[in-house]
C-alpha cells in the first residue's frame, strides 16, 4: 500500500461515518448534561427555571465549541 502523498487524506468511509454519528451524540448529550445540572440546582436552591436555562445555554456553547474543534481539526480527533 502507498502513503498518501504529503497535504493529502486518504478518504475512509469508516471515519467520514462514525465522525458522522458521533458529533449528533456529542452534542445533543452536552446540551442535556448542562440542562440537568441547572434543573439539580434549580431544585436545591428553589431559583426555578433560571439555573436550568442558564446551564442549559453553557451545555449549547460547550456542545458547538466541541463540533468546531472536531470538526476543524479535518482530522475527527481533535488537538491542533
Not at 493529502?8 to 448529550?29: G, H, N, T, Y
Not at 453553557?58 to 463540533?67: Q, T
Request: glycine share 18%.
Amino acid at each position: 500500500m502507498t502513503a498518501s502523498p504529503p497535504g493529502r487524506r486518504r478518504f475512509d468511509p469508516f471515519r467520514q461515518i462514525s465522525l458522522a454519528l458521533e458529533l449528533p451524540l456529542i452534542f445533543v448529550v452536552e446540551v442535556l448534561l448542562g440542562g440537568l445540572i441547572g434543573f439539580g440546582l434549580d431544585h436545591a436552591l428553589h431559583t426555578k427555571p433560571w439555573l436550568t436555562l442558564l446551564f442549559g445555554f453553557i451545555g449549547f456553547g460547550a456542545g458547538m465549541w466541541d463540533l468546531i474543534r472536531r470538526l476543524g481539526s479535518g482530522n475527527g480527533q481533535g488537538g491542533a
